[in-house]
């Protein structure tokens, strides 16, 4: 596996991508109301007034706008002359009105416009730094830069519409993150019926691994196992299905270092029969994947289906983005698994040489005790939302110079800062999960695929160990993983 960065990613821009992902962060920067560098110079105030947010750790400004500035005509960033001249005061909500895309399969457009009528910049601003957690911020939006194939102003619908997804329609931080199985667990045993079949359904699926989290496939992606025969429709609520694939997607994020950004999937069809077919919870995932996690599916290995399926793949692959539908492939054997996946890494279950097998372990009632210090994680929410604060100035430093070494080596290391140190505000914002407790995802960002456990596994290899947190005293700081 190559350590080298995959081309447009960080590191591996040619000079036509590094200027689209300018353009991007210039109006991602506008849409989030941060003040335009060097605009309080001409304004004598960064274009509003200042108010500190801490619930997600980033505080900053907050674009405010008079009434009079409200009835100006809306404007389009996208098609401003070059000859004109932007008015810093002009509003964020308004300042962006891109064209209807005729591909626009999930409505995101509608859900761009939605997300600025409805929501503050702020708003916006603290979902997105919220979403980035220890990923490279720059990362990030070159997902969507390159989902849409470097078109900017889609690029910039699909991730403000993410935005609004994650804080809006499934508060994905706030809730599903927040809450975790824990909050799962004794809403299972409420008296309030809904709660406690929403709770109970959640966890059901957790404890007969109807997909789990394990190794990695021969390109270093961490591999999602899906038992497709344990699912049943209408056995648990569409509520919790959704709400379980959310948690495992962005358990999955955690597990991504670079240059590896992308995972496998696994969909075991052994004992496949059309009991197990549910076409809604495929919708959902595909919707996912093509909407709101792009360019997170490395590959998907649809193995040992039954003749049946044939018909219902001529359906979902007509539902799929042929970009998607190219990283599907059909494995009917072991050796044809061992095509992606090496025979030391698939499960004995599939009939590999990994003797590993999932155990759902139960939330213990003090694993989350630590959420509860307030100081603590206040301090480090403070902390983080100076770096965000550096990053962006140093952002607008880049954009308007990205020839410069020291703008460059800055955001560099304050991107780093953001790596690291989201791995120490982990534990206070994230409840934990059966990875944490069965050591895949250990204290500080480091991740295990093959931990030792009671001899039973053999020493993990170096290139199973990924360490997300940190970096050693010792380490290169050219060579940052």
């Given at each position: 596996?190559?350590?080298?960065?995959?081309?447009?990613?960080?590191?591996?821009?040619?000079?036509?991508?590094?200027?689209?992902?300018?353009?991007?962060?210039?109006?991602?920067?506008?849409?989030?109301?941060?003040?335009?560098?060097?605009?309080?110079?001409?304004?004598?105030?960064?274009?509003?007034?200042?108010?500190?947010?801490?619930?997600?750790?980033?505080?900053?400004?907050?674009?405010?706008?008079?009434?009079?500035?409200?009835?100006?005509?809306?404007?389009?960033?996208?098609?401003?002359?070059?000859?004109?001249?932007?008015?810093?005061?002009?509003?964020?909500?308004?300042?962006?009105?891109?064209?209807?895309?005729?591909?626009?399969?999930?409505?995101?457009?509608?859900?761009?416009?939605?997300?600025?009528?409805?929501?503050?910049?702020?708003?916006?601003?603290?979902?997105?730094?919220?979403?980035?957690?220890?990923?490279?911020?720059?990362?990030?939006?070159?997902?969507?830069?390159?989902?849409?194939?470097?078109?900017?102003?889609?690029?910039?619908?699909?991730?403000?519409?993410?935005?609004?997804?994650?804080?809006?329609?499934?508060?994905?931080?706030?809730?599903?993150?927040?809450?975790?199985?824990?909050?799962?667990?004794?809403?299972?045993?409420?008296?309030?019926?809904?709660?406690?079949?929403?709770?109970?359904?959640?966890?059901?699926?957790?404890?007969?691994?109807?997909?789990?989290?394990?190794?990695?496939?021969?390109?270093?992606?961490?591999?999602?196992?899906?038992?497709?025969?344990?699912?049943?429709?209408?056995?648990?609520?569409?509520?919790?299905?959704?709400?379980?694939?959310?948690?495992?997607?962005?358990?999955?994020?955690?597990?991504?270092?670079?240059?590896?950004?992308?995972?496998?999937?696994?969909?075991?069809?052994?004992?496949?029969?059309?009991?197990?077919?549910?076409?809604?919870?495929?919708?959902?995932?595909?919707?996912?994947?093509?909407?709101?996690?792009?360019?997170?599916?490395?590959?998907?290995?649809?193995?040992?289906?039954?003749?049946?399926?044939?018909?219902?793949?001529?359906?979902?692959?007509?539902?799929?983005?042929?970009?998607?539908?190219?990283?599907?492939?059909?494995?009917?054997?072991?050796?044809?698994?061992q095509t992606f996946i090496p025979p030391s890494h698939i499960i004995a279950e599939l009939g590999g040489e990994d003797p590993w097998s999932y155990k759902y372990i139960e939330p213990s009632p003090a694993e989350n005790d630590v959420m509860n210090d307030t100081a603590t994680?206040?301090?480090?929410?403070?902390?983080?939302?100076?770096?965000?604060?550096?990053?962006?100035?140093?952002?607008?430093?880049?954009?308007?110079?990205?020839?410069?070494?020291?703008?460059?080596?800055?955001?560099?290391?304050?991107?780093?800062?953001?790596?690291?140190?989201?791995?120490?505000?982990?534990?206070?914002?994230?409840?934990?999960?059966?990875?944490?407790?069965?050591?895949?995802?250990?204290?500080?960002?480091?991740?295990?695929?093959?931990?030792?456990?009671?001899?039973?596994?053999?020493?993990?290899?170096?290139?199973?160990?990924?360490?997300?947190?940190?970096?050693?005293?010792?380490?290169?700081?050219?060579?940052?993983?």
């Open positions: 596996m190559s350590t080298a960065p995959l081309p447009g990613r960080p590191g591996n821009l040619t000079a036509e991508q590094e200027v689209k992902l300018q353009e991007l962060w210039k109006a991602t920067l506008k849409v989030f109301g941060v003040p335009v560098l060097g605009a309080e110079a001409h304004n004598g105030s960064p274009n509003g007034s200042e108010k500190a947010e801490s619930q997600d750790g980033v505080s900053g400004i907050i674009s405010t706008t008079s009434p009079e500035k409200k009835k100006k005509k809306r404007i389009s960033l996208f098609s401003r002359k070059k000859h004109d001249k932007e008015d810093p005061e002009e509003s964020v909500h308004g300042a962006l009105s891109p064209a209807p895309d005729s591909d626009d399969k999930y409505g995101q457009t509608k859900l761009f416009h939605e997300a600025l009528a409805n929501q503050t910049p702020e708003e916006l601003r603290k979902t997105f730094w919220s979403m980035v957690k220890h990923d490279n911020p720059d990362g990030l939006l070159l997902r969507f830069l390159r989902a849409r194939k470097w078109d900017v102003e889609k690029a910039l619908v699909m991730m403000i519409s993410t935005m609004h997804w994650r804080s809006k329609e499934v508060d994905v931080d706030g809730d599903i993150v927040w809450n975790g199985e824990a909050a799962a667990l004794k809403d299972s045993m409420s008296a309030d019926a809904i709660l406690k079949r929403e709770g109970t359904d959640f966890l059901t699926q957790l404890r007969l691994g109807k997909s789990f989290l394990h190794g990695t496939d021969k390109e270093g992606r961490p591999i999602c196992f899906v038992r497709v025969r344990l699912h049943r429709q209408g056995e648990q609520t569409e509520a919790s299905l959704e709400r379980f694939t959310i948690l495992m997607l962005e358990t999955a994020r955690l597990l991504l270092s670079p240059p590896v950004d992308t995972a496998a999937i696994v969909f075991d069809m052994t004992d496949f029969s059309m009991a197990n077919m549910d076409y809604g919870p495929v919708k959902f995932m595909i919707k996912c994947f093509e909407a709101n996690y792009p360019e997170s599916l490395g590959v998907v290995l649809v193995h040992k289906a039954p003749w049946v399926f044939q018909g219902i793949w001529h359906i979902i692959k007509n539902w799929l983005d042929p970009v998607v539908a190219s990283k599907i492939h059909f494995t009917k054997s072991l050796d044809e698994l994680r206040d301090k480090l929410l403070e902390e983080r939302a100076n770096t965000v604060k550096e990053f962006e100035t140093a952002t607008q430093e880049w954009i308007q110079n990205s020839a410069a070494p020291p703008v460059l080596q800055k955001r560099s290391a304050l991107a780093e800062q953001l790596r690291t140190g989201y791995w120490k505000l982990d534990p206070y914002v994230r409840a934990r999960t059966v990875y944490d407790r069965n050591g895949l995802i250990k204290p500080g960002g480091v991740i295990e695929y093959y931990p030792k456990t009671n001899g039973t596994a053999p020493t993990p290899a170096p290139e199973t160990v990924t360490s997300n947190g940190p970096i050693a005293a010792s380490h290169d700081p050219d060579g940052l993983d």
